[in-house]
């Protein structure tokens, strides 16, 4: 009769979700052991014992590159300090508690950034080799009320803001160092409200369930120069007039990547997944200022699984903005792709080795012969910890300027990330 019941016991448990391990000497089922992130990080919010309406964030990269080739060799340390606010008293509730006073939030984020802003353009690029390569200063990069969609299909947003990450982002381009690879498909148009610029603006998003997400922004440009100058920035451009409108549509219910909602499976581990979920978004812009006229530009970018016989988890992503206005547009063509693979050695499963290529054709707007300049760039990104990571990046700059007469540009260096 003992040996009955000893044979009906479970060989290993399974707790109902939330519930303890009944036995903690009995190892607990493959699909109820924990997940494994890339280790604790720090939290500001529960150090500072923030109020549960309050979400504070402070996130600092750095990109120090050196470069051999080009028209001399050199080296840069661009860095940036970004810091974001939160208030609504939706954050500590979930969406099916909220009431309408719930869905609204105040945002608001500064940034210090720090380097020498022309340092490709003074070894011979047309394009900065760093994303953190912008004028030294405070920058004012958010002042926003928002109405976030919770259950619901509609969310707003409206005040100062930058049309990035909202239009012309997905997330995958972010793990890459170079200002063409990294975030708006090295969008050219004078005026643009890119981040850390920003204007006065406003965006709605309709949430379509399974056929995805669309969205349209516009923003006044008129006032985006003194706003970059509000605390003392020279922001490197004219005074000007002019607006810009957006259409996007957003999917990502694609085939094949249900089975990304769960954790990866490493033997009897499971692992934090660290590549963003793939998506298609295909978009449209209209701007027009009173220095560089109309240009209308169309764009795309498309994320994807892809599975190979080593890593632990791949994204293959291709990206391409087209002007359409190319007298006025001065890169009207920007061609992108690349793979990503997270775990490329098991011993360090929450790791990330990208590889990314660019190529922007240059247009009429520029002196005569100036044909493309192309970027090829390798990193790797070592997550450290939740908050930390840190890892080295080689960049080949391919016919820098565009005129054939500068060597190639190899640069090296780190990136750091640090998210508190």
């Not at 009897?268 to 560089?292: F, K, M």
């Not at 007298?327 to 590889?355: C, E, I, K, T, Y």
Request: aromatic share 8%.
């Amino acid at each position: 009769m003992a040996l009955c019941a000893a044979a009906s016991q479970p060989l290993l448990a399974q707790p109902q979700p939330g519930s303890p391990n009944p036995d903690p000497d009995t190892p607990l089922a493959p699909n109820f052991r924990p997940v494994e992130g890339p280790g604790p990080g720090l939290s500001l919010h529960d150090a500072l014992k923030l109020p549960p309406w309050m979400e504070f964030s402070v996130e600092l990269e750095a990109e120090p590159l050196a470069n051999g080739g080009g028209l001399f060799s050199s080296g840069a340390w661009s860095q940036q300090l970004t810091i974001g606010a939160s208030f609504s008293s939706g954050l500590a509730k979930e969406p099916s508690q909220w009431s309408e006073a719930d869905h609204w939030t105040v945002n608001t984020q500064l940034m210090q950034i720090n380097g020498p802003v022309n340092y490709g353009l003074n070894v011979g690029a047309a394009f900065p080799l760093q994303s953190t390569n912008h004028p030294s200063g405070l920058w004012l990069t958010e002042a926003t009320l928002e109405r976030k969609e919770g259950l619901g299909p509609l969310s707003l947003k409206g005040g100062l803001m930058s049309l990035n990450p909202d239009f012309v982002d997905i997330p995958i381009l972010d793990f890459y160092v170079h200002s063409a690879l990294d975030n708006t498909l090295n969008l050219t148009v004078f005026g643009l409200p890119i981040n850390p610029l920003v204007a006065p603006g406003a965006q709605a998003s309709l949430h379509l369930g399974q056929a995805g997400t669309v969205q349209l922004g516009a923003y006044w440009l008129d006032s985006q120069t003194q706003l970059a100058e509000l605390f003392g920035v020279d922001p490197l451009q004219p005074q000007f007039k002019g607006s810009t409108q957006l259409v996007q549509w957003t999917f990502t219910n694609l085939p094949g990547t249900k089975r990304l909602e769960e954790p990866i499976q490493l033997g009897q581990r499971r692992i934090e997944r660290q590549l963003p979920h793939p998506r298609l978004q295909l978009g449209a812009i209209t701007s027009n200022t009173d220095v560089q006229g109309t240009n209308r530009v169309v764009y795309g970018a498309l994320s994807l699984p892809l599975t190979l016989p080593f890593g632990l988890d791949h994204r293959l992503w291709a990206g391409v903005n087209v002007g359409l206005d190319p007298s006025n547009n001065s890169a009207p063509l920007f061609l992108s792709a690349g793979w990503a693979v997270q775990g490329p050695m098991r011993s360090r499963p929450h790791d990330v080795l990208a590889l990314g290529l660019g190529r922007t054709s240059f247009g009429p707007s520029l002196a005569s012969g100036q044909s493309y300049e192309g970027v090829i760039e390798l990193n790797y990104n070592a997550a450290l910890s939740s908050s930390l990571a840190l890892g080295p990046v080689i960049q080949l700059i391919l016919n820098p300027g565009g005129s054939g007469d500068v060597r190639s540009i190899v640069a090296a260096g780190l990136q750091f990330e640090l998210s508190l």
